[in-house]
Antibody, heavy 116, light 112 residues
Framework: EVQLLGSGGGLVQPGGSLRLSCAAS????????MTWVRQAPGEGLKWVST????????YYEDSVKGRFTISRDNSKNTLYLQMNNLRDEDTAVYYC?????????WGQGTLVTVSS | DVVMTQSPLSLPVTLGQPASISCRSS???????????LSWFQQRPGQSPRRLIY???TRDSGVPDRFSGSGSGTDFILKISRVEAEDVGVYYC?????????FGQGTRLEIK
């Protein structure tokens, strides 16, 4: 069974940093691109970032470029999102998802709250 | 960026009746491989999104056949032939043909 287990969320002050993780199981992780999508409270879904299966190519939404870094460790079947210089508007549930054209499996989401 | 416009944004439906959601993109969603990457997702209350349909009309495994997708180019539709109580939630379309990936605003389906 494909499983994506996100972790690392929490409360952080504006300007702070946080690293999200997504542990994958049930499939060959190194064969798939992976994606982060976020959902602000009461709002819709917004794509954040995608990384190729090898880690060689990465893509970012404009508002997070230069602040967020997506990475992966295929030996540990784990996806990461390093988030620096966090802003109030980054408050959201962050979902990891498998794939980059039409993500087919989604994790349970991890809540990031940016507040002083 | 490709703008995805859904309508309606709110959809009250009587149990057993059909429902239809429209999604329009600001650009063609035909990818370099010739496929059209328009997907539909369902998000039930308190749950993660679940993919229902990809490449316009291909239903995911385990998705009831009362769900169907159609369309081409820039105009797409998700249809539910007979709405059931478990269909309550928010439905999103998403394009995977261009960077950045973009979603529609979401359509909230409720039972009348």
């Amino acid at each position: 069974e494909v499983q994506l287990l996100g972790s690392g969320g929490g409360l952080v002050q504006p300007g702070g940093s946080l690293r999200l993780s997504c542990a994958a199981s049930g499939f060959t992780f190194s064969n798939y691109a992976m994606t982060w999508v976020r959902q602000a409270p009461g709002e819709g879904l917004k794509w954040v970032s995608t990384i190729a299966n090898t880690g060689g190519n990465t893509y970012y939404e404009d508002s997070v470029k230069g602040r967020f870094t997506i990475s992966r460790d295929n030996s540990k079947n784990t996806l990461y999102l390093q988030m620096n210089n966090l802003r109030d508007e980054d408050t959201a549930v962050y979902y990891c998802a498998r794939g980059f054209l039409a993500p087919d499996c989604w994790g349970q989401g991890t809540l990031v709250t940016v507040s002083s | 960026d490709v703008v995805m416009t859904q309508s309606p944004l709110s959809l009250p439906v009587t149990l057993g009746q059909p429902a239809s959601i429209s999604c329009r993109s600001s650009q063609s969603l035909v990818y370099s491989d010739g496929n059209t990457y328009l997907s539909w997702f369902q998000q039930r209350p308190g749950q993660s999104p679940r993919r229902l349909i990809y490449k316009v009309s291909t239903r995911d495994s385990g998705v009831p056949d009362r769900f169907s997708g159609s369309g081409s180019g820039t105009d797409f539709i998700l249809k539910i032939s007979r709405v059931e109580a478990e269909d309550v939630g928010v439905y999103y379309c998403m394009q995977g043909a261009h960077w950045p990936r973009t979603f529609g605003q979401g359509t909230r389906l409720e039972i009348k």
